[in-house]
Nanobody, 115 residues
Framework: QVQLVESGGGLVQAGGSLRLSCAASGSIFSIGTMGWYRQAPGKQRELVATINSGGVTNYGDSVKGRFTISRDNAKNTVYLQMNALRPEDTAVYYC?????????WGQGTQVTVSS
């Protein structure tokens, strides 16, 4: 069974940085796409970034140039480096794994950016 465990969220001031981690188990990590999504109160869940098995990345428009997604297949972990954080980045961040067309989600980690 695929399991995803996020960590690294917290409270940070605007302009600061955080790095989120998502550790995956229960599958061959090097296969499949990993992604980060976020959901703010009263809003729909939105794409932050994805990275496929070949290392190709895709970013939501609001985070381009500020966030970087990466994966370490040896550690079964995907990372999200978030720089120049803004109050509007405040949300619960979810890790997603797409493995043989099935989507799996982590429990989420809260990121709060104060102004």
């Amino acid at each position: 069974q695929v399991q995803l465990v996020e960590s690294g969220g917290g409270l940070v001031q605007a302009g600061g940085s955080l790095r989120l981690s998502c550790a995956a188990s229960g599958s061959i990590f090097s296969i499949g796409t990993m992604g980060w999504y976020r959901q703010a109160p009263g809003k729909q869940r939105e794409l932050v970034a994805t990275i496929n098995s070949g290392g190709v990345t895709n970013y939501g428009d609001s985070v381009k140039g500020r966030f970087t997604i990466s994966r370490d297949n040896a550690k079964n972990t995907v990372y999200l480096q978030m720089n120049a954080l803004r109050p509007e980045d405040t949300a619960v961040y979810y890790c997603k794994r797409t493995y043989f067309s099935i989507n799996y989600w982590g429990q989420g980690t809260q990121v709060t950016v104060s102004s």
